[in-house]
């Protein structure tokens, strides 16, 4: 029964999908831009670790392979997760959300 189970496990991106974020990462484009923002060129290197875990998985149906996938996509979210929002949330509108908008007068003071 564990094995039916594991049989119907899918890796949450497709295979081509983590190939292309690979690509797309070791473009030209994708390096500057990098390079720019952060001074680092990036590491794309875990992109194809998750390209052939996948593609083991598919072939060979390997626990380590699937284990490797999902530890990478946790990895993943977490790191997204870490940065905190620019922009201050509101809970509730403005108090005078309905009223009509003062066009004469700058915004900024």
């Known amino acids: 029964m564990a094995l039916s189970g594991q049989r119907s496990w899918r890796p949450p991106r497709s295979c081509d999908n983590y190939w292309s974020e690979y ?8 390096r500057f831009n990098h390079y720019y923002t952060y001074g680092t060129f990036p590491s794309c290197q875990q992109w194809k670790e998750d390209y052939y875990s996948c593609k083991e998985w598919e072939n060979h149906r ?6 490797a996938l999902q530890t990478s996509e946790r990895n993943r979210l977490a790191e997204q997760k870490k940065f905190t929002p620019v922009w201050r949330l509101r809970k509730d509108p403005p108090k005078d959300w309905n009223m009509p908008l003062n066009q004469e007068k700058p915004q900024d003071s």
């Not at 690509?23 to 994708?30: A, F, N, T, Y």
């Open 62 to 67: 390997r626990i380590e392979a699937k284990e």
């Open 23 to 30: 690509k797309h990462c070791k473009s030209m484009w994708s």
